[in-house]
């Protein structure tokens, strides 16, 4: 069976080796390559793992930090998720963790 992969997210460490320390500092690089983010957006995208990422964003950070790809995403095995079983031997499935009907007398 393939390993599962996940990915590292290192836009923050890049950035603070090219001595950029503030998100800020990328917004006047990314409109001179025709990026327009807001700062919370470029905030967004430095301090948060990006779940999706135009490919026009990703050349413009590439060539502002004069860094590869391998540099920006760094591969890795995605953690195993390890079930917890009930006394009995079963596992733990929705039913349990309902809550039980009040009764109204």
Sequence with gaps: ???KLDYRWNLRQVMASREMFSTTDLIPPLAQRGVRLSSSQV???VVERPERLSLKVLMALLDILDCTMDDLIE???AP???RSKVAAGG???IGA???KRARIR
């Design 91 to 93: 596992e733990i499935g």
């Design 1 to 3: 069976m393939a390993a």
């Design 97 to 99: 963790l309902r809550p």
């Design 80 to 82: 195993k998720v390890r």
């Design 43 to 45: 905030y967004r995208l």
């Design 75 to 77: 591969a890795i095995e």
